[in-house]
Structures are given as structure tokens and as C-alpha cells.
């Protein structure tokens, strides 16, 4: 299946399958021009748009009956393709708000926050889509809608989710003119505490990020 057919007119809109796919082929499309850096000014609140679609098809696919696959192993797909350089386009564009803190299961009390990289969720999230979506271009639709299914529950919804919270948390404290906490140089491959994390957190008034990442005008 071609990326043509994915908007076919024979298909049905109102399919399951087909708006779901359209969904996730409109985030993956969004993100790589994101990415890009054509346009800067506009990268974070466009950021939060499409996250925040991309987790309403998260939703129905949460919400829908268990799908299971028609071939009990799942077809070879060949190597995965290579994230890479989005990944360091996006942290490239994104400094100095790529790092954030997350809780990894809210329902685990007894683990504190990790640090985390939007750059490394989007990309993360991308490749997991990109796997699906190589089995609905090839006509495998039952088993893209299993692997979205499946890897939804087991990572890129979740991860998606701490990017969407990032992200609006950044919105909101731009928009509500309320300092940031500085992150600059918090290395995510470091296993840090919860204390370290607020110890290693300065201050960046919301002003100097405010225009350049397009949240507001500059005064």
C-alpha cells in the first residue's frame, strides 16, 4: 500500500482502521517538518497540537476490544528506519527545554522522577508509528492496528503522554508568566534523585524563552 492509498477515495473515512492511520500518518508528517527548524517560532505550540491529536487516537485504540493479529508471527519488516538525526534536530531546536523531569508509573509511590528528553520521547513514539505503519502500507491492516494496540500499552502512549505534559507545563508557564526551572546541562543518562534534580535547577525567567520558541511576542 502506497502512501496515496492511505487517503484513497474507495476507503471508507468513517473506518476504524483509516482514521486512526490518517491520524498517525499526520503526526509523523508534522514532526519531521517540526524538525526540520524551518519554522522555529511555531515549533513548541505545534508540538503540543499534534501530540495532543496523536493521544485521541491513542485513546480509541486504549479504549477499543483487544485486536489480535491474523498471523501468529509477526511479518519481517526489515531494519528499522534510522531516528537519529529527527532525534538531534529536534534537541538542537528545542534547547534549552529538552530535558524535563517525569514520573515513570504514577501508580509506583515508591519511585521518584527520572529525568527525560522530549527530543528522545518524539523519536521514541515516531519509531513505534513508523513499525505500524510499514504494516498498513503493505495492506497488513489488522496487524497494524494490533502492533499501535500493543505498543500504545506498552510504551509510546505512555511516553507520549509525559511529552504532552512537558510540553503544555511549558505553555502554561510561559502563558502565566511564571519563572522555569533551568535544566540546562542535567544529563539524562545520569541516575539522579529527586533532591539532585532540584539541586541541578536554576532559574530561566519565561521571557528568554518566550520568543524564540513562539510562545509570545517579544515585547
Known amino acids: 500500500m502506497s ?15 483509516v482514521q486512526i492511520a490518517d491520524q498517525i500518518e499526520s503526526f509523523l508528517v ?20 499534534e501530540v ?12 477499543h476490544e483487544d ?3 491474523e498471523e501468529r508471527y509477526e511479518p ?18 528545542l534547547d534549552p527545554i529538552d530535558v524535563y523531569s517525569e514520573v515513570f508509573d504514577p501508580y509506583e509511590h515508591r519511585k521518584g522522577r527520572v529525568p527525560a ?17 510499514a504494516h498498513y502500507r503493505a495492506g497488513r491492516t489488522t496487524e497494524a492496528l494490533w502492533w499501535w494496540q500493543f505498543s500504545y500499552f506498552s510504551n509510546w502512549g505512555s511516553t507520549a503522554s509525559a511529552t504532552l505534559r512537558a510540553l503544555q507545563s ?35 525567567m519565561a521571557e ?5 520558541l513562539g510562545l509570545r511576542e517579544v515585547k
Request: net charge negative; proline share 6%; aromatic share 2%.
Open 52 to 63: 495532543s491529536q496523536l493521544m485521541l487516537a491513542g485513546g480509541r485504540l486504549g479504549a
Open 30 to 49: 508534522a514532526v519531521t517538518e517540526v524538525a526540520k527548524g524551518d519554522e522555529p517560532d511555531s515549533a513548541v505550540p505545534f508540538l503540543l497540537l
Open 117 to 133: 528528553r522530549i527530543s528522545d520521547d518524539l523519536a521514541d513514539v515516531i519509531t513505534d508509528l513508523r513499525h505500524g505503519m
Open 76 to 93: 519481517d519488516l526489515g531494519p528499522e528506519p534510522d531516528v537519529d538525526e529527527l532525534r538531534e534536530r529536534l534537541a538542537a531546536l
Open 170 to 204: 511549558l505553555v502554561a508557564h510561559v502563558r502565566l508568566n511564571q519563572p522555569l526551572e533551568e535544566l540546562d546541562g542535567l544529563d539524562t543518562d545520569q541516575d539522579l534523585s529527586e533532591d539532585a534534580l532540584e539541586e541541578e535547577a536554576g532559574k530561566v
Open 67 to 69: 485486536i489480535l493479529p
Open 3 to 17: 502512501d496515496a492509498t492511505l487517503h484513497e477515495t474507495a476507503q471508507d473515512p468513517g473506518d476504524f482502521a
Open 208 to 212: 528568554e524563552l518566550a520568543g524564540p
